[in-house]
Every structure is written in structure tokens, then in C-alpha cells.
């Protein structure tokens, strides 16, 4: 029987690679030992134990093929060893130096490859790793950077070994000085693509045909929904449900799988390691990243929109539908910041996350805490045209911004989230700087109008205010010295606010 992979390529969907042999993988398998993880610090891949034999070609990370006959036997075991390693260019930046130009790649192990420009020197590329500074010869970091540059940059087959040479991999290199130039912007990105699985499963025991009885099948699984999620205009990835079925007979005879092509694609990503490598590459960790907190941003306005809908229309009276007033409303807006906060933590423990997806989390948390603290500082029922039956309540019942900032309901109502006394501020303190130090003048905002529109006894207010502004300060006081333009001097305090500043809403 054929595997599934090759069943799904004779459908001739215009574009997808020429599937791996198992052979290959079972070469790839062969010359590979296991390592520890260092949560996007690059896979650390030990030497075999035993040379590779000469005459044997070395697949590659990227699953190009090397002939490393050409190599000495020390050359050839540290050729192996870079070859099949995963790294993460963590940044990618050209320098000007008295010895010309030259693009480093600085990786998160760390170390730094440079690639200098040959047009003004000799062909050179050097690494600041201690292995390359002893022997001043190719090192691992090198060759990964090798393979990892001839899959995105080059147009060579992979299904025949290319020779190579320490020579010949630094010429090469530096014959592609020239395309690392025009696509500095994507390079680094797309070199980090070619890493395989960033989960934890160990995808030498994913094998097409077997039963899936992996016990870390289930990691496997929510990345394949996270992956298939970023599809679905709605759905998180952990509302894609798929029947365990799938895995034990939708490929016993056949390619199709009941539920559609998303449960088909879903069910020959968990089984198929080539097919499920293929699909990563494509959909990145950044985009799934970045698709799941935009869809979380437009909960959050979802929410906000139905507490309009419930205050114009008043309640639905359907039992299967649940109004959303001012409580509910900042109950969802409490979970899904919570939610965003607990998704990047866990993203970024599997493996480091692009600065611009990074910078998305503040961003949305920020665009949040916007439209609350500009846009919903209001009594919502002051015009309502339909009568409430209330006896008595409290005003934050009335009001989204106090409700969640300004007097906040002493009970434990939000503890079990954790999302603590300080509506989003409190989880901004705790992103490092640079991740929402771009949002400055949004921050500057949302602080000054907070000033200008609390209630004379605020409290909440008061302490939420002061907690930004610390913030602000601390961050201002080290990136540069106050002008007379600066945030301190054009706020008004807020023990003393004037009075033409101050609106009542109760």
C-alpha cells in the first residue's frame, strides 16, 4: 500500500515538493542521536558516535543531500554534525567594519556566523563559536547555516548528494552574499522554517502505516490544530475537534477521511512525519501565533459590540442565548486576556517567537485597553429607551471602565484567572520592555485621558493611573532625559484634578 503522502501527491495539487523516500528518512534517522531541547535555543545534536561513512550521503536538516567523501574524517563527523542541527537566527544585521561589509547572523546558541562581502576581500566566512576561533576551520554552525542557505536561497534538487568540500562551502556562501542583502528583511524567517518539529515529540517514532500510539501524540496533535486553525476565520485551535477515529482507521485503505479535507489533512499531518514537516513550513509558529491573538482581538470587540446590542435592544429573553451587560461583558474581556497571556507563555516555551508576533501581543492587549479606557468610561444606560427593573445597584454595574478599573468588585469574581488588580497593566509589566515599548505614545494616551475623565474619589482609578505611570517613567527615565515636551509635565495630577476636568457618571 501506498503511504498516504505519496497518495496525496498523485492528486497533483498544483506546487507541493517531491515527497522524501523513507529511505532518506531512514539514512536521516540513522545519522542522528537524541537531545535535549533548549526551549528555541537550537536543537543540540550530538556527533554519532561512529564517522559517517564516507561514501554515504548526509541528509541535511533542510533535506538536501551531501556527498562528504572530499572531507577528512574530522571534518566529515563536524560536517555531519551541522548538517542535521536546528538552529534559530535570532537576528540578522549588516555591519560595516575596517575590514568591509559583512552580514551577521546572530544565533540564539549564542554565537554569531559572518559572511563578508567578497566583492572587497577574500572569501570569507568566519563564527565566534570557540571551535571555529581553535581551529579557524568550517565549523557546525557553519555548515547549518550552509544547508539551511541552499534550501531558501538555491534552486539545487534534493534528490541528488551534493558534493562538498570546506572550500567549496565557503564559496558557496559567499556566492549568495548578494541574496542575503535583498531579502534581509525575510531571510530570517524563512532559514528558521526549515527547522523541523518545534514541538517536543520525537518524530523518529512517527511512522506512515503504524498505528499512532506515540506518547506524545497529543503535543503532535495540538500543533496540527494550531496549524490547521489558522484556516478557520473563527475557530482557536483548541475548538477544532477531531474524532480520535481518524487516527486508527480513516487510513487503513484509503486517502479520504470523513469530515472533510480539513479532518483529511488533519489525519495525514499526525500520521505522515514527511507530510506534517511539509504543512510546518508553511504555516509557521508566527502565523499561527499572530492568527490566534487577531481572532482574540475580535472576541474582545465582539463582546463590547453585544453589550451595545443588549443596551439599544434589552434583553433577548431567549433562553439559549446569554445577554451580555456590563458584568459579563468584562468577565469575557478579563478570560481573553488571560487567554492571549497563558497562549504566548506557552508558545514561547516551545520555542522563541518572532519580534514583530511578540510585538502583537502587546499591541492587542493595548488595543484593548483603549477602547475601555477611552470609549466605554460612560453611564451605557443613561439613554437606554427601554425600562430596567433594578432595585438597587452599584454604578460600576452601569459603567464597563469602572467595572474593570476604576471601583472593580472587591469579591474574588476574576481571581481564579489571575489576570490581577490592574486591568492589562499588570500583565504588560511583566513582557520585557522592548515587546510594548513601541506603544508608548498609545500608553501616554490612555494615561492622560484617565486623568482628564476620573471621578473625583476614584480609587481604582487613582492606583491604576499611578501604576502606568511608574511604568512609563521607569521605561522614559532610561531611554532618554525629559524634555519639556515629556509626559510628566503635561499631565495633570491626579490628587487635584481641575474641576472643569472631572465628569461624574453616576
Not at 258 to 273: N, V
Request: hydrophobic share 30%; with cysteine; aromatic share 6%.
Amino acid at each position: 500500500m501506498s503511504t498516504p503522502t505519496n497518495e496525496f501527491q498523485n492528486l497533483k495539487l498544483g506546487g507541493m515538493p517531491e515527497t522524501r523516500s523513507q529511505t532518506q528518512q531512514g539514512q536521516r534517522r540513522g545519522r542522528r542521536t537524541s537531545a535535549g531541547r533548549g526551549r528555541g535555543r537550537g536543537r543540540s545534536v550530538h556527533a554519532p558516535q561512529t564517522p559517517a561513512q564516507p561514501d554515504a550521503p548526509v541528509q541535511g536538516h533542510s533535506g538536501m543531500l551531501y556527498s562528504i567523501q572530499n572531507l577528512s574524517p574530522g571534518s566529515s563527523q563536524r560536517a555531519t554534525q551541522g548538517l542535521i542541527s536546528e538552529f534559530f537566527v535570532d537576528r540578522l544585521q549588516r555591519h560595516e567594519s575596517s575590514r568591509g561589509a559583512y552580514y551577521a547572523f546572530q544565533l540564539k546558541k549564542p554565537v554569531s556566523v559572518r559572511i563578508h562581502n567578497p566583492a572587497i576581500g577574500e572569501e570569507k566566512v568566519e563564527c565566534t563559536c570557540e571551535e571555529y576561533q581553535q581551529a579557524r576551520s568550517v565549523c557546525v554552525h557553519i555548515y547549518w547555516l550552509f544547508d539551511a542557505l541552499n534550501a531558501v536561497l538555491t534552486d539545487n534538487p534534493k534528490s541528488s548528494p551534493h558534493p562538498i568540500s570546506q572550500g567549496d562551502v565557503v564559496t558557496k556562501i559567499s556566492g549568495l552574499y548578494d541574496l542575503i542583502g535583498e531579502r534581509l528583511g525575510t531571510l530570517p524567517e524563512q532559514l528558521n522554517m526549515t527547522r523541523g518539529d518545534e514541538t517536543e515529540s520525537d518524530s523518529d517514532n512517527i511512522k506512515t502505516g503504524e498505528s499512532y500510539n506515540s506518547s506524545n501524540s497529543k503535543s503532535r496533535k495540538e500543533t496540527v490544530q494550531d496549524m490547521l486553525s489558522v484556516f478557520d476565520p473563527n475557530a482557536l485551535p483548541e475548538e477544532l475537534v477531531f474524532s480520535d477515529d481518524l487516527l486508527a482507521t480513516a487510513y487503513s485503505e484509503r486517502l479520504s477521511a470523513p469530515g472533510g479535507l480539513a479532518a483529511t489533512i488533519y489525519g495525514i499531518a499526525i500520521r505522515d512525519e514527511s507530510f506534517y514537516r511539509f504543512l510546518r513550513r508553511i504555516v509557521s509558529r508566527d502565523i499561527c501565533a499572530v492568527s490566534y491573538f487577531s481572532k482574540q482581538r475580535s472576541r474582545a470587540t465582539e463582546a463590547m459590540h453585544r453589550l451595545d446590542r443588549y443596551v439599544e435592544r434589552g434583553p433577548s429573553g431567549a433562553p439559549e442565548s446569554r445577554d451580555v451587560d456590563v458584568p459579563e461583558c468584562a468577565r469575557i474581556l478579563r478570560l481573553i486576556v488571560h487567554q492571549i497571556c497563558k497562549n504566548r507563555d506557552a508558545r514561547a516555551s516551545r520555542a522563541p517567537l518572532g519580534a514583530a508576533t511578540i510585538q502583537k501581543v502587546a499591541e492587542t492587549l493595548v488595543e484593548i485597553l483603549t477602547e475601555v479606557v477611552c470609549n466605554r468610561n460612560k453611564d451605557i444606560y443613561e439613554d437606554a429607551t427601554w425600562e430596567r427593573h433594578v432595585d438597587e445597584e452599584h454604578r460600576r454595574n452601569r459603567n464597563l471602565y469602572t467595572y474593570l478599573i476604576g471601583d472593580r468588585p472587591t469579591s474574588d469574581f476574576f481571581e481564579p484567572l489571575g489576570t490581577g488588580d490592574n486591568f492589562i497593566i499588570d500583565q504588560l509589566r511583566d513582557f520585557p520592555v522592548s515587546q510594548w515599548s513601541h506603544l508608548l505614545e498609545r500608553l501616554t494616551t490612555i494615561l492622560d485621558h484617565i486623568h482628564e475623565n476620573t471621578p473625583e474619589g476614584e480609587r481604582g482609578s487613582m492606583a491604576f493611573a499611578e501604576k502606568l505611570e511608574t511604568m512609563l517613567r521607569e521605561y522614559t527615565s532610561d531611554a532618554f532625559e525629559p524634555s519639556s515636551s515629556s509626559v510628566q509635565r503635561r499631565r495633570p495630577t491626579l490628587t487635584n484634578p481641575p474641576a472643569s476636568q472631572r465628569r461624574r457618571v453616576d
